[in-house]
């Protein structure tokens, strides 16, 4: 995003895939929000549109999300 003074930002999202998880999610001054939610719940969220499309296609079977 460019501001009009020409300043530009760059959000960055990062997004774990798990099945199990065992513990408390714990917040930093770097994080707005944290929290575990269903697949069937991300359309309802306003994604940053940015990352949206991918996100949305993975929804949508179009494309892998790819686990390392």
């Known amino acids: ?5 020409n300043d ?3 959000g960055i999202n ?3 895939k798990s099945s199990e ?10 994080s707005k929000q944290l929290e575990f939610i269903d697949k069937g ?3 309802c969220l306003k994604l940053n549109h ?5 996100i949305i296609d993975w929804l949508n079977g179009q494309s892998e ?3 390392n």
């Open 1 to 5: 995003m460019k501001y009009p003074n």
């Open 8 to 10: 530009e930002i760059y």
């Open 14 to 16: 990062i997004v774990f």
């Open 21 to 30: 998880y065992v513990g408390t999610l714990n917040r930093s001054n770097e």
């Open 41 to 43: 719940e991300i359309p």
């Open 50 to 54: 940015s990352h949206s499309f991918f």
């Open 65 to 67: 999300l790819h686990v």
